[in-house]
């Protein structure tokens, strides 16, 4: 009981002098300062934009502003409903536009197996394996033999 009591008062104590120092009210400058440096621990946080792209991040955020404050914002329909509205919104246009990447986030149930793998794309032209000393394997597509690396021995061209 005496422990619960103490561990009560050296809980609360900072929190009530915390308190009494900020007058019940935050701090709008820390809260600022912390909410910068949440945003620049995520991902892309640190990233400068240049001109060009800070001006389409501001076109974007436009874009989604009105997107909404629309009578129907898309994520707040069922998709068979939303599609329509999906495909002629000027984001979808505008991302249908852009370059796609890398797989970011894949699922084990959509990716192909091995022997597929073998068939289709080590054969491809410029594939060479890169045999690693920990017994793994990675493929890598050149234009030319890629140069050595100490934790690497390619192999060469599986296609001639």
Not at 38 to 46: F, I, K, L, V, Y
Not at 128 to 136: G, L, P, T
């Amino acid at each position: 009981m005496v422990i619960s009591i103490c561990q009560a008062v050296v809980t609360c104590v900072p929190l009530l002098w915390m308190v009494r120092v900020t007058d019940g009210m935050p701090d709008p400058a820390q809260r600022d300062l912390l909410m910068r440096q949440e945003a620049s621990r995520q991902t892309g946080g640190q990233v400068m934009l240049t001109v060009a792209e800070q001006k389409l991040d501001a076109y974007l955020h436009r874009l989604k502003e009105q997107e909404m404050s629309a009578a129907q914002f898309p994520p707040a329909i069922h998709f068979f409903k939303a599609k329509p509205l999906i495909q002629k919104s000027p984001i979808f246009k505008l991302l249908q536009k852009m370059p796609k990447g890398a797989a970011l986030h894949i699922h084990t149930s959509s990716m192909v197996g091995v022997e597929w793998l073998v068939k289709n794309v080590t054969y491809r032209p410029h594939c060479y394996i890169c045999f690693n000393w920990d017994n793994s394997v990675r493929f890598l597509f050149s234009e030319r033999q890629p140069f050595p690396r100490w934790d690497c021995f390619y192999g060469s061209c599986l296609r001639h």
